[in-house]
């Protein structure tokens, strides 16, 4: 079993939903969560981080955080066709490096106008 | 600043020939990391640098890969002999410390054939 799991989708959606994207994790030490997002033919790019319990509101973005049940969610509200790219979760323990991030495979979403 | 590049951005080679990627990092940043995604396994952390030390290369699948960095502006990741199941998008990486964000490169998508 992955440490990280992630749906691959693809998810398609009409302009303006509101989109949800989820990772689950197993491992208890993991304590920082990012989400990147990745344009096709480009590499990942960071989109949020997030070290604690709850929500982080960035524009139309918000990242949610359930440490309880190992869950992490990254919500796109009032989506656009520029929303459309491949959204990779990563976390690390909290006292880790960057080269201890453990990705998911990615969700592919599609903003269809 | 240009970011972090990665030459080739393609390459397609036939089994057994020897294949270099290169990278280029932000200016500044002392931590290179060196990726390879794929649909089966998602991003991987191949090996990792600070200060244009190699720190932990323990991703390399084989000893037919190894990676250089001779300054800090300059690495390479070569593959020798290349095989057929290499065949993946190579992903650069750069941060200013690292424990940092990581801003990624293009990628080199290589084909062994």
């Known amino acids: 079993q992955k440490e990280v799991e992630q749906d691959p989708g693809p998810l398609s959606v009409p302009e303006g939903a509101i989109v949800s994207l989820n990772c689950t994790y197993s491992?208890?030490?993991?304590?920082?969560f990012m989400w990147y997002r990745q344009y096709s033919r480009k590499g990942p790019e960071l989109l949020m981080y997030t070290y604690s319990s709850g929500n982080k509101e960035d524009g139309r973005f918000t990242a949610q955080v359930d440490k309880s049940s190992k869950y992490i969610s990254l919500f796109i509200r009032d989506s656009q066709p520029s929303d459309s790219a491949t959204y990779l979760c990563?976390?690390?323990?909290?006292?880790?490096?960057?080269?201890?991030?453990?990705f998911g495979s990615g969700t592919q979403l599609t903003v269809l106008p | 600043d240009a970011g972090v590049i990665q030459s080739p951005r393609h390459e397609v080679t036939e089994m057994g020939q020897e294949v270099t990627l290169r990278c280029k990092p932000i200016?500044?940043?002392?931590?290179l990391f060196w990726y390879r995604q794929t649909m089966m396994r998602g991003l991987e952390l191949l090996i990792y640098?600070?200060?244009?030390?190699?720190?932990?290369d323990s991703g390399m699948p084989e000893d037919r890969f190894s990676a250089k960095m001779p300054n800090a502006s300059f690495s390479t990741l070569k593959i020798q002999p290349s095989e057929p199941r290499d065949s993946a998008v190579y992903f650069c990486?750069?941060?200013?410390?690292?424990?940092?964000?990581?801003?990624f490169g293009s990628g080199t998508q290589l084909s062994v054939l």
């Open positions: 990563a976390m690390r323990p909290l006292s880790g490096s960057a080269r201890q991030l453990t």
């Open positions: 491992n208890s030490a993991f304590q920082y």
């Open positions: 990486a750069s941060s200013r410390d690292s424990n940092e964000k990581l801003f």
């Open positions: 640098f600070n200060n244009n030390v190699p720190i932990d």
């Open positions: 200016s500044g940043h002392n931590s």
